[in-house]
């Protein structure tokens, strides 16, 4: 599909970091974007204009008006807001499905799904499965449809997972076993591997990919950090109590029972070729090493 010449990809969750990322890839890619958006006057809103995409204001207790917005789309992508309690976990299958029947309604020839790795099957994760229950309401719908399903970010490695330098050693510690790999993504190659899925340069068997650039044990991490660093390096594995609320440990318990299931990296690089692994990301995200924490 040449989307100079035959249509516009519309994008929902544009103004945040997975949409965001979408956005770039197209951008790049030439093709022209229409974000639709809940707050046109946002401050991320307008950046987004002053860039050439063009803006729907949408409401979702309005279905009318996404409807409208997704006329005469060659493609749609779209994600759902991360729901941190079960409250949230019910207004999110509600925004997903109210975008899947508006889809319908607007005949979208290809709907592109920004869900989560493990949404194939109930994981017992609430903020996990409540992305499955949407991706059911997608195969019901009888859409031409893809899932995305991204797995960690490597950006977390910048803030809340940051490995720190200690009396001269990269330290890393996570909640997770030593011996289970854990399966990461860059932001980025999410939303370049998402563009190449909307613009249909690639097949996509089965109709969904795991968006997985690498997938390293908790030792391979931080030796990845260190050797970047020209440090020595140090793993620690903790409990899963240090974590501040079920949520983030059910999740963690899902990475854990994820690293059973080898990723297929090179199904991915087929899609994407320059996704990055993680040695990759910190040459290239800027990543710093902190630093030097003298233990006392």
Request: charged letters at 25%.
């Amino acid at each position: 599909m040449n989307t100079q010449e035959t249509g516009t990809i519309a994008v929902f969750g544009a103004t945040g970091q997975q949409g965001g990322a979408v956005v770039d890839a197209l951008l790049d890619r030439g093709a022209r974007v229409r974000a639709l958006v809940r707050s046109p006057e946002s401050d991320r809103a307008r950046a987004l204009a002053t860039r050439g995409v063009a803006l729907a204001t949408v409401r979702i207790d309005d279905p009318a008006s996404v409807v409208t917005a997704l006329e005469a789309v060659d493609a749609f992508y779209f994600m759902t807001p991360e729901a941190n309690s079960l409250k949230e976990i019910e207004e999110e299958v509600r925004v997903g499905t109210t975008l899947v029947d508006a889809a319908v309604a607007a005949r979208v020839p290809h709907v592109v799904f920004n869900s989560v790795f493990g949404a194939d099957r109930v994981t017992g994760v609430p903020h996990h499965d409540s992305k499955h229950r949407i991706e059911e309401h997608l195969r019901r719908s009888a859409l031409r449809t893809t899932m995305v399903r991204p797995t960690g970010f490597m950006e977390n490695f910048a803030n809340v997972m940051a490995p720190r330098v200690e009396d001269g050693t990269m330290v890393l510690r996570m909640p997770l076993p030593e011996d289970a790999p854990l399966k990461l993504i860059s932001i980025r190659d999410i939303g370049r591997i998402a563009t190449a899925v909307l613009l249909g340069t690639v097949d996509v068997p089965g109709g969904a990919v795991e968006a997985v650039g690498d997938e390293l044990t908790g030792p391979q991490i931080a030796a990845a950090f260190g050797a970047y660093a020209g440090l020595p390096s140090r793993y620690e594995a903790l409990p899963l109590s240090v974590l501040p609320n079920e949520l983030d440990r059910e999740m963690f318990r899902e990475f854990e029972k994820a690293s059973e299931h080898p990723s297929d990296l090179a199904a991915v690089r087929a899609i994407e070729p320059t996704t990055w692994d993680l040695a990759e990301w910190i040459r290239s995200s800027g990543w710093t090493a902190p630093a030097d924490r003298v233990r006392s």
